[in-house]
């Protein structure tokens, strides 16, 4: 078996339909298997699958156990050299999983692989980008990337500056298209399983970085990511959640110091931004309700974040 490809859902049925029919029409010379991780979806997406993807390896959770824990129980019933972790709002373009493949196969210290990423106007999505520090935190929050994307100091979180048109080693591959060398998992082990959802592949990027395994980027095949599939969902809470994630990031790895200041900055961005939200639901009725909600989100990570945020996960444990 070449590859399995693993694809982790919650409520996305209809876009997960096309996301599995492109990997079955578009795989490529490969040996390959699709396994489908669910996260106690309600919306007929295991009814779908069973009627349309017979051929589908598929689990079956009655909760939600987060991405890191839905793609490690995929994991551990694959049979391929490589595992792909795929998000479900992606569709997969001209062959691309065999050409990733092919890719990794001729480049053996290659523990992680992604491909070139297009919104669905197939324009360039930025996937790719650098481990989290406090220089990086500090600019993204100031959002002067988006004002000078072609900075390489501005933009270098996300390496706004890159076209993504050439073969290169990076801090992180995004988790939406990540082939993964299974004997490069067999070493570093499966992803960890403390971060709910967000930065569980930066984490495991660092990881797989510390013993050697490089992280690498190739255009030679691309996909489609819609974005958001599930969080969007709950997107007050995933706010919250991305923040978290990346603190814990910060206080796995970057001692307690950094964490410290990773915290205050994390919750100056939130305090900062509440007196916009909180003006701009006062003056317009039509989102008063989605500013007012908006304005309660930044309080509590403002709240969490100065205090520690000594919750590893807002979902599941409520904190």
């Not at 391929?80 to 890719?103: E, H, P, Q």
């Not at 190739?218 to 489609?224: F, H, K, Q, W």
């Not at 919750?267 to 007196?275: D, E, G, K, S």
Request: aromatic share 12%.
């Amino acid at each position: 078996m070449d590859v399995s490809v693993i694809i982790v859902n919650w409520n996305t049925k209809e876009i997960l339909r096309d996301c599995l029919g492109s990997v079955y029409e578009q795989a490529g010379d490969v040996d390959f298997e699709v396994i489908v991780i669910d996260n106690a979806s309600t919306d007929g997406s295991m009814e779908m699958i069973r009627s349309d993807f017979k051929k589908v390896v598929l689990l079956e959770n009655a909760q939600n156990n987060g991405f890191a824990a839905a793609n490690n129980q995929g994991g551990a019933v694959a049979k391929g050299r490589y595992v792909l972790l795929l998000n479900s709002d992606t569709v997969v373009l001209d062959g691309a999983i065999a050409k990733t493949v092919g890719f990794a196969d001729a480049h053996p210290r290659a523990g992680v692989i992604g491909c070139r990423v297009l919104n669905p106007d197939r324009t360039l999505q930025p996937t790719c980008f650098m481990f989290p520090s406090i220089l990086n935190m500090f600019l993204s929050s100031t959002y002067l990337y988006k004002l000078f994307p072609g900075s390489r100091f501005f933009g270098r979180e996300l390496m706004t500056w890159w076209d993504r048109s050439d073969v290169r080693q990076v801090d992180v591959v995004t988790g939406c298209f990540m082939l993964v060398r299974q004997e490069a998992i067999d070493q570093v082990g499966a992803m960890d399983e403390r971060f709910f959802m967000y930065a569980e592949e930066t984490d495991w990027c660092y990881r797989f970085r510390k013993n050697g395994w490089e992280v690498m980027f190739t255009p030679v095949g691309e996909i489609v990511h819609l974005g958001g599939g599930s969080s969007r969902q709950v997107k007050s809470k995933m706010r919250l959640q991305l923040s978290g994630s990346i603190l814990l990031f910060f206080r796995m790895h970057r001692g307690r110091g950094q964490y410290a200041l990773a915290c205050l900055c994390t919750a100056f961005f939130f305090l900062f931004r509440v007196p916009y939200w909180l003006a701009k639901g006062i003056i317009s009725r039509k989102t008063r309700n989605l500013s007012l909600s908006t304005v309660r989100t930044y309080i509590l990570g403002f709240v969490l974040s100065f205090a520690g945020w000594r919750g590893l996960s807002v979902n599941r444990k409520g904190e």
